[in-house]
């Protein structure tokens, strides 16, 4: 398996099991970490921070790699998100994350993208489109 697979892989399976390990074992002391409504942490000690009280609010139940794709030191995963919050709130979404790695093997910058996975389309009955009556998710 390919190091950058493992480490991402590494990085999943911590939310799935938060008492698993550190975060400075994955990213770079200065990494940039980018979710995909907004939210941005500088810095490893922050991404950790935000690891730490993040699962005092909810769990991840399911973050499963779909593929991965590779050009020099930037590596593309595609995901299946799932998280149930502490409130009883859950979302699902598939997602991609751009990585961009430094040379000492560890993640220096990630970049979320989402998806709604609840999807349609839109022409399916011809024109005009039809839209469903119902807010745009956050990411």
Excluded at 47 to 76: L, P, S, Y
Aim: aromatic content about 18%.
């Amino acid at each position: 398996m390919d190091e950058r697979e493992r480490i991402v892989q590494q990085w999943f399976h911590l939310w799935l099991n938060p008492a698993g390990g550190a975060v400075s074992s994955i990213f770079t002391p200065d990494a940039v970490y980018i979710e995909s409504w907004g939210p941005e942490y500088h810095g490893c000690e922050a991404i950790q921070h935000w690891f730490d009280e993040w699962n005092t609010r909810g769990q991840v139940v399911r973050w499963g790699i779909k593929q991965f794709f590779h050009k020099d030191a930037q590596t593309v995963v595609e995901w299946y998100f799932k998280n149930r919050m502490n409130s009883g709130a859950a979302e699902a979404f598939d997602g991609m994350s751009l990585i961009r790695w430094a040379p000492e093997g560890k993640i220096c910058y990630l970049q979320e993208f989402g998806c709604n996975k609840d999807r349609y389309d839109p022409y399916e009955k011809g024109d005009p489109p039809q839209f469903r009556e119902q807010p745009a998710n956050w990411f």
